[in-house]
């Protein structure tokens, strides 16, 4: 059974950079898309990018410029670097698996706290 | 626009029909993607494409489309349905996802 294990720091000072971790374990990483959402809380899902097995990357413009998506397939792992955080960038951040069109695997959940 | 329109609650009787709705103009080209989402757990596929449950979705939940509304109907509510429920697209001309602000559903 496919599964998405995540992991990173969990307490950020303003101006750091956040950096999460997310393995594929148990199936493929090829043909699919990989993607962080991340939701503040008692608020919705952001979606923040996605990148694809072969390094094809989209991101949300509204994070564009302080956000990086990379991947390592020979680990099936890939990761979520978010620069100069604020308190703004406090929330659970989620990895998925982007499955034709729909998110049909997620990590159990990463809570990232920004904070002095 | 891309944006989608959730309402922010609904509640239904236990064992009553119930549909959350998701409204906005891309929603004519794309079907609405569904996610159920419990205090403290991560978002859940429940309904995706045309009408496609994943394996382990209870047949009670369905999904609709007219227009440039997305629906998530659940036929005979229980209690265990109590959560809230994002609707989503993917659109495909910039390879973006957005999801609506989500609804809350409460069984009583």
């Not at chain 2, 906005?24 to 494409?49: E, I």
């Amino acid at each position: 059974q496919v599964q998405l294990q995540q992991w990173g720091a969990g307490l950020l000072k303003p101006s750091e950079t956040l950096s999460l971790t997310c393995a594929v374990y148990g199936g493929s990483f090829s043909g699919y898309y990989w993607n962080w959402i991340r939701q503040p809380p008692g608020k919705g899902l952001e979606w923040i990018g996605e990148i694809s097995h072969s390094g094809d990357i989209q991101y949300n413009p509204s994070l564009k410029s302080r956000v990086a998506i990379s991947l390592d397939t020979s680990k099936n792992q890939f990761f979520l670097n978010l620069t100069s955080v604020t308190a703004a960038d406090t929330a659970m951040y989620y990895c998925a698996r982007d499955n034709y069109g729909h998110l049909d695997l997620w990590g159990q959940g990463t809570l990232v706290t920004v904070s002095s | 626009s891309s944006e989608l329109t959730q309402d922010p609650a609904v509640s239904v009787a236990l064992g009553q029909t119930v549909r959350v709705t998701c409204q906005g103009d891309s929603l004519r080209d794309y079907y609405a993607t569904w996610y159920q989402q419990k205090p403290g757990q991560a978002p859940l596929l429940v309904v995706y494409g045309k009408n496609n449950r994943p394996s382990g979705i209870p047949d009670r939940f369905s999904g609709s489309s007219s227009g440039h509304t997305g629906s998530l109907t659940i036929t005979g509510a229980q209690a265990e349905d109590e959560a809230d429920y994002y609707c989503s697209y993917r659109d495909s001309r910039t390879n973006h996802w957005v999801f609506g602000g989500g609804t809350r559903l409460t069984v009583l």
